[in-house]
């Protein structure tokens, strides 16, 4: 078996009842811990969660029984219509009190406590009540959930907008992140965009150990989704990471996927 400690899948891929894909998930569940990773919930969705997509993830999870469900911070869904992205959310108090009612509703369901993850962002909702990060926390404080931070994704909309990471990473507290994501991303046309295609940045690498020194050292997964490079590849990223984690002297693990 390949030499890595854990593995996150798309919960979306695996909504079925039978077929090859899950038949290889539940065998891989039999010799790693497994991450849920979901992608089109909508937890900032307007007209509610959809009560489908919520049965479906909730058969996956009693039958898969995965170490973590996480879920991005985001909408994607509007009159109906599915959209292919992961859209940026108004920092308002208005979609905070919208965000905060899903995921109790989804952790109700579930009957356990997910991860939500922050997006990387080309356009913002002006004027915002409070920056991304206060959001978050404000989401992590008054549902209970735990949150998974993106660092490619903190570093892509820090730079797209203007803003600090410095600032977002010292304004989330401590306790409540889980797990930590590492990708690639490249520039078009002066913005920056997550694609998961390319080797972690060393700007990232640096905002990573800057995350360790505060956060500690956390489960880190590296994403890599498109021009997907060999195993070996994979796991020389999986292994920079693990070098940054063990300076952190706490051990812990990294994966990629």
Partial sequence: MPPAAWFEVHSENYFVSGGPALAVLEQLRQHYPLSLHGVGISLGGADGLDPDHLRRLKALVERIRPAAISEH???????????????????????????????????????????????????????????????????????GCGLLLDVNNIHVSACNHGFSAADFLAGIPVAVVAEIHLAGFEEVDGLLVDTHSRPVHPAVWDLYQAALRRFGPVPTLIEWDQDIPGFEVLLAEAARAQSCLDAAQVPQHAVAA
């Avoid at 509007?78 to 009612?101: F, I, Q």
């Avoid at 989804?106 to 922050?118: A, K, M």
């Fill in 73 to 143: 911070l985001c909408w994607s869904a509007v009159g109906g219509r599915w959209l292919n992205d992961l859209l940026p959310l108004p920092y308002s108090r208005e979609a905070l009190d919208c965000v905060c009612r899903h995921v109790d509703q989804v952790q109700e369901t579930l009957g356990r406590s997910i991860l939500v993850e922050n997006v990387s962002s080309y356009l913002r909702f002006l004027p915002e009540d409070m920056p991304e990060w206060v959001f978050m926390a404000e989401v992590a404080r008054r549902t």
